[in-house]
């Protein structure tokens, strides 16, 4: 159980993500991700910086982890793309180098996929928007290492919690740190009437079991009563 510094953090940036119109549940059309794979909910937090306030309690957020695990580093390093915005922000807030890794190296100029300044020999506090299998953050913390760089811890907003992502996470031997969690954004929603128990129960059974879910049949009536939250 998280201690209650953690808990009130976890349930603000949760809020944050819901009063920016973050987060979409869509049960009844689930979207499909690159992988195949259907999902009955959405995440979008590229939609942080045109929210200032909010996108405020993301970076403050970051600076609390970090203290609180006693992260050590020398340089903050963003993933292409929607992870740059964040580690920038919180480079300039907490007065740290930062740079970015690109998910393919360019193939003109330097054709480097660190960008921004030389890692070797330094310690790089990877930073993410959103975790899904995990595979583009440690695609990011290999070329690190590839440029002589330590990479053993990666923040991220927020993570679906798959087990395949906690495994590959492991075997990299990366520590993965998030600010809220998928089941703190339903308990929020629950509780500020943007989503019933029903779809809620329905969303948790995808979390616990995202390769055998089966999308629910539209229900008419409910849609018309609940609020919805779009992208």
């Known amino acids: 159980m998280p201690d209650e510094a953690t808990r009130l953090l976890q349930q603000d940036v949760a809020d944050a ?13 689930p979207l499909t991700f690159k992988s195949g794979m259907q999902s009955p909910v959405y995440c979008d937090n590229r939609r942080f910086p045109f929210h200032p306030a909010q996108w405020r309690k993301v970076i403050a957020g970051f600076e609390q982890l970090i203290a609180r695990e006693a992260l050590g580093f020398n340089v903050l390093g963003g993933i292409e793309s929607a992870g740059i915005p964040h580690s920038a922000a919180l480079g300039f807030a907490m007065r740290r180098p930062s740079i970015f890794i690109r998910k393919e190296a360019k193939t003109h100029g330097t054709k480097r996929r660190v960008e921004g300044g030389k890692v070797s020999g330094c310690r790089v506090l990877l930073v993410e928007d959103l975790v899904t299998t995990g595979s583009s953050s440690l695609a990011g913390v290999q070329a690190l290492r590839d440029e002589g760089a330590t990479s053993t811890d990666c923040l991220a ?27 703190t954004v339903l308990e929020r929603a629950e509780t500020r009437g943007m989503l019933d128990a029903e779809t809620a129960a329905n969303i948790r059974e995808w979390l616990r079991s995202p390769h055998t879910w089966k999308p629910v049949a539209p229900n008419p009536r409910k849609a018309a009563t609940l609020p919805s939250v779009r992208p």
């Open 17 to 29: 993500l819901l009063d920016i119109g973050g987060v979409g549940f869509v049960p009844d059309a």
């Open 157 to 183: 907003i927020i993570s679906y919690g798959f087990r395949e992502a906690g495994e590959q996470f492991a075997a990299a031997g990366v520590r993965l740190h998030t600010l809220t969690t998928f089941d």
